[in-house]
Antibody, heavy 120, light 112 residues
């Protein structure tokens, strides 16, 4: 059974940084692309970014809203995905979900999410 | 970016009755490989999203057959043949044809 468990959320001031983690199990993590998707309180879903696998040179892609501020990385030896968030803005407040990439068909497997609150 | 527009945004339904959600895209969703990557997700209150349907009409494993997807080009529909209490929540369409992938605003389904 695929399990994705996010951690690292919390309260941070505008301009601050936070690093989210996602622990994966139940599948061959290193073979898979992985994504982050977020949801602001009471709002819809927004794709944040993706990291490809080693065979695809760990290529990353980001939404325009976070490009240059957020960095996705992975440690295949630890079956872990990361989201480094810098220069955080109030509008980055959201639940951040880790998801196993299903290509253009979206995501079948999701974590439970971790809440990031950006506020002074 | 491709804009996905859902309607209605709120859908009160009676148990046992059908329901239908429309999703329209600002560009056609036929990929260069011939596939149409229009997917549907359901999110119950307080839960993570769950994919219901991928590539317009393919139900995911465990999804009841009362859910069906249809459409082509820029116009797509999710139908529930007979709404059950567990179907409440928000439904999102999502396109995976054009980068970046984008979602509709969501349609909230509630029981009358």
């Amino acid at each position: 059974e695929v399990q994705l468990v996010e951690s690292g959320g919390g309260l941070v001031q505008p301009g601050g940084s936070l690093r989210l983690s996602c622990a994966a199990s139940g599948f061959t993590f290193s073979d898979n692309y992985m994504d982050w998707v977020r949801q602001a309180p009471g709002k819809g879903l927004e794709w944040v970014g993706r990291i490809e696998n080693k065979a695809s040179s760990y290529t990353t892609e980001y939404a325009a809203s976070v490009k240059g501020r957020f960095t996705i990385s992975r440690d295949d030896s630890k079956n872990s995905l990361y989201l480094q968030m810098n220069s955080l803005k109030i509008e980055d407040t959201a639940v951040y979900y880790c998801a196993k990439d299903g290509g253009s068909s979206g995501w079948f497997d999701w974590g439970q999410g971790t809440l990031v609150t950006v506020s002074s | 970016d491709v804009v996905m527009t859902q309607s209605p945004l709120s859908l009160p339904v009676t148990l046992g009755q059908p329901a239908s959600i429309s999703c329209r895209s600002s560009q056609g969703l036929v990929h260069s490989n011939g596939n149409t990557y229009l997917n549907w997700f359901h999110q119950r209150p307080g839960q993570s999203p769950r994919r219901l349907i991928y590539k317009v009409s393919n139900r995911d494993s465990g999804v009841p057959d009362r859910f069906s997807g249809s459409g082509s080009g820029t116009d797509f529909t999710l139908k529930i043949s007979r709404v059950e209490a567990e179907d409440v929540g928000v439904y999102y369409c999502m396109q995976g044809t054009h980068w970046p992938w984008t979602f509709g605003q969501g349609t909230k389904v509630e029981i009358k």
